[in-house]
């Protein structure tokens, strides 16, 4: 028995209330009622069911981030806590989010977490990562059992068989399943693969509701390496899809994804080697071309070059030189005949032919041409035309 | 280099490196003939590893005990 005041009484009560797991996240079904939207912004109203109700309140943020406001006598799904009001002694539910009862409860989940880790910005674009061009290590996260890992393995013997696949076996569905998964993820983070794919074959949305659990999106956001997820058909979309880096369909999706067509990089091989001869095909004829350049250079200045020309030069001034000798030799051959012709002008013979006489003395041959050059009695050769016979110089003249 | 212990991506890398330098055209001859032939074998090597690659798989032992978790 004890004795309590009020607000010690309330301030229990609330304390109570809020170390309870269920009451602190929890989806209420009811029709909307006394809707009231004060005008700071916070919205109050009565969730009613049958002849049961319950106090509601959605502060100003959360109301601000609803698609429309409920009406009164609307059937929705209301998420929040319970707490106590102990101002007025009020139990009361405070709402973050509500949806229409139509959706179901699994989707209103969903759309309650999508938006919650969204406004966090676990979906950023911008840190979404690349994926790596040729990983060395690939790391799988599903059932050691399931299709899906199946389905992986064989895309990637076909497409990449030279990568290494770590699998990091989990449950994917089922009590427990997200918990497996979290712990999956972290053992692949601590063995350091160069991509991670998250798999799971197609299901209803309970099978894959592991895949939209908090704590597996935000181990999923906490990969230190990108992350692939590929799980479900192509119509189904689970959080981690947006948390991912790449969001692949399927599992076998994800596994192309990942991993580069062999084919593809024998063909990038063969294309390098064949730049390779390219390149040195070129750079041989380069060589080629320069030595080549350079012989020719050097064959210009080469000796055999000058002597052949000296040699030319040579010859030419022989030429010259044997051509100015040949007409030097027939100009005075010319002249020559000249010198004769003028010669036999000159000739005595000539005069002889005239009737003149030459008169010499015959002790020396020298040519009389004085009267008194002779002595008396010297003998004298007198020579006209037809020739030569003797006489003697008489006295006087 | 011993090209057994070098992986797929180490090699074609190489050979990228190699290309790009024959490609730029300065080095003297002689080096770019050594790496004309290192070259060719390296796309030897890789053709080779794409050739005989077996996909290998490791089973991470961590998890081991959830193996009865049951999919489909």
Not at chain 1, 281 to 289: C, G, I, M, W, Y
Request: charged share 25%.
């Amino acid at each position: 028995m004890r004795l309590l005041t009020v607000s010690q009484l309330n301030s229990y009560l609330r304390e109570l209330l809020e170390a309870d797991e269920i009451l602190q996240d929890v989806w209420v079904e009811g029709e909307v009622s006394n809707f009231n939207r004060h005008t700071s912004g916070h919205c109050y109203f009565t969730l009613k069911e049958g002849d049961a109700q319950i106090n509601a309140a959605c502060w100003r943020t959360y109301a601000a981030r609803l698609p429309s406001l409920p009406a009164n006598g609307e059937a929705v799904l209301a998420h929040g806590r319970v707490s106590f009001y102990e101002v007025r002694g009020q139990l009361q539910l405070y709402v973050d989010m509500i949806r229409p009862a139509g959706v179901g409860l699994l989707q209103a989940q969903f759309e309650q977490l999508k938006a919650r880790l969204e406004a966090e910005g676990l979906f950023d674009a911008s840190r979404k990562r690349p994926l790596p061009e040729l990983p060395r290590r690939i790391g799988v996260v599903t059932s050691p059992t399931g299709a899906a890992l199946q389905d992986i393995l064989n895309v990637l013997r076909r497409r990449y068989p030279l990568a290494e696949v770590l699998v990091s076996p989990c449950q994917v569905q089922g009590a427990g399943a997200a918990e497996s998964v979290v712990e999956a993820l972290y053992a692949l983070y601590d063995a350091a693969p160069d991509v991670i794919i998250v798999a799971r074959g197609g299901g209803s949305i309970e099978d894959l509701w592991a895949f939209n659990e908090e704590i597996v999106a935000r181990a999923a956001f906490a990969s230190p390496v990108p992350l692939v997820s590929g799980v479900g058909h192509e119509t189904d979309t689970t959080i981690i899809d947006y948390v991912a880096d790449v969001r692949a369909p399927t599992p076998s999706a994800a596994a192309e994804l990942v991993s580069p067509d062999v084919a593809e990089l024998a063909a990038a091989v063969a294309a390098l080697a064949e730049e390779l001869d390219f390149a040195m095909a070129r750079r041989l004829e380069d060589a080629r071309q320069a030595l080549d350049g350079l012989r020719a250079r050097i064959a210009l200045r080469s000796p055999a070059v000058r002597v052949q020309r000296d040699r030319q030069t040579l010859d030419e001034l022989l030429r010259r030189a044997g051509a100015a000798v040949g007409h030097s030799v027939a100009l005075r051959a010319a002249r020559l005949e000249g010198l004769r012709a003028q010669l036999a002008a000159l000739s005595p013979t000539a005069t002889l032919e005239r009737g003149y006489a030459v008169v010499r003395r015959a002790a020396d041959g020298r040519v009389v041409t004085s009267p008194e050059q002779p002595a008396a009695g010297e003998r004298l050769e007198i020579t006209v035309r037809g020739g030569t016979f003797g006489a003697v110089k008489q006295d006087g003249p | 280099m011993a090209e057994q212990d070098q992986t797929y991506e180490a090699l074609f890398a190489r050979m990228q490196e190699i290309v790009a330098a024959l490609e730029a055209g300065e080095l003297p001859l002689e080096r770019a003939l050594a790496l004309y032939e290192e070259g060719m074998t390296v796309a030897a090597a890789c053709q080779r590893l794409l050739d005989e690659a077996a996909l290998r798989v490791q089973e991470l032992q961590s998890g081991a005990g959830l193996r009865l978790g049951a999919e489909e």
